[in-house]
């Protein structure tokens, strides 16, 4: 069974960077699109950036000019570079990739690392 290992979070003081790194255990075909979502403590799971496989990317407004989300199609690998990291970025953060819809499971999530920003 393909499974998505996540990894880089940790904690940091506000302003500070992270860079987290998300990677397929094994081989996985179908790759649609790479995502990291995140979940803060009481609230529901939320979309923070995802990318295309043609490198269309997409970002929450609360993480844009501050995340930047990158892939390797060829190492099945995607990264996720915080910057300027704020109290408010507190959570665990998922990877997901969707896949073409021929494929099953049509989608994949990681077990989630958790970030936390604080002084």
């Known amino acids: 069974q393909v499974q998505l290992v996540e990894s880089g979070g940790g904690l940091v003081q506000p302003g500070g960077s992270l860079r987290l790194s998300c990677a397929t255990s094994?081989?996985?075909?179908?790759?649609?699109?790479w995502g990291w979502y995140r979940q803060a403590p009481g609230k529901q799971r939320e979309l923070a950036a995802t990318?295309?496989?043609?490198?269309?990317?997409n970002y929450a407004d609360s993480v844009k000019g501050r995340f930047t989300i990158s892939r390797d199609n060829a190492k099945n690998t995607v990264w996720l570079q915080m910057n300027s990291l704020k109290p408010e970025d507190t959570a665990v953060y998922y990877c997901?990739?969707?896949?073409?819809?021929?494929?099953?499971?049509?989608?994949?999530w990681g077990q989630g690392t958790l970030v936390t920003v604080s002084s």
């Open positions: 990318i295309t496989s043609g490198g269309t990317t």
């Open positions: 997901n990739v969707k896949r073409l819809p021929t494929y099953r499971p049509l989608e994949v």
């Open positions: 094994g081989s996985i075909f179908g790759i649609r699109d």
